[in-house]
């Protein structure tokens, strides 16, 4: 026998009641998953929005620490550089002090300086030392010819010179060094501080 000739009008009711029901529940269960997937993707992007906020609220404040730091290391290094002109200058103003008079004895007066003659093979020896003039070949254990008659012309050249051009170099070196040292301390602490952001990871 076949249910669905069954006359029980009831039966009908109760599986069509059992139907809307279950249609309800999918309904109302759908309707609550949807509600709680979008809150869930609503909380996620706020979540990856703060992330990246704070990312770039960090990136930022480092723009400016680093930016902070190289004007406060320009103004070192200015600092510096103004120092080293001002002792370079005090040199050339006493120049003239050490190289026109001298004295044979402490007791003696004041004599005019003999001549001072700097060749020009003293003055090639001098730029190859400090890097003016360094040869397309590198140095060798080899004394320089004796018999290159030019090396020992007179460069015309006075001490007031030299002394003028050291203190030029003298400054160029102190400038270059604290440029170096300032670079250096930096870069020691910048990787101090990453050190530490990493440790405390």
């Not at 590198?138 to 050249?157: K, N, Q, R, S």
């Not at 102190?174 to 910048?190: F, M, P, S």
Request: with cysteine.
């Amino acid at each position: 026998m076949n249910l669905l000739s069954l006359p029980r009008p009831g039966l009908w009711y109760m599986a069509a009641a059992v139907l809307l029901s279950a249609g309800a529940g999918f309904t109302m269960g759908y309707r609550q998953g949807k509600q709680h997937a979008e809150h869930a993707l609503i909380t996620l992007q706020k979540q990856h929005a703060d992330a990246l906020l704070a990312a770039t609220q960090n990136a930022l404040a480092e723009q400016t620490r680093l930016h902070a730091e190289a004007d406060w290391l320009q103004a070192a290094l200015s600092k510096a550089q103004v120092k080293h002109a001002s002792q370079a200058q005090y040199v050339k103003e006493r120049i003239n002090d050490v190289t026109q008079v001298y004295r044979p004895a402490l007791a003696q007066v004041d004599t005019p300086q003999p001549r001072c003659v700097f060749t020009r093979g003293f003055m090639r020896l001098w730029n190859r030392a400090i890097g003016a003039d360094l040869p397309a070949t590198p140095f060798t254990d080899e004394p320089a010819d004796p018999t290159d008659a030019a090396d020992a012309v007179d460069a015309g050249l006075q001490p007031a010179d030299l002394l003028a051009h050291l203190a030029d170099y003298g400054q160029y070196c102190r400038n270059l060094a604290a440029q170096t040292n300032g670079l250096i301390d930096w870069t020691l602490e910048t990787n101090q501080k990453k050190d530490v952001f990493h440790g405390s990871d």
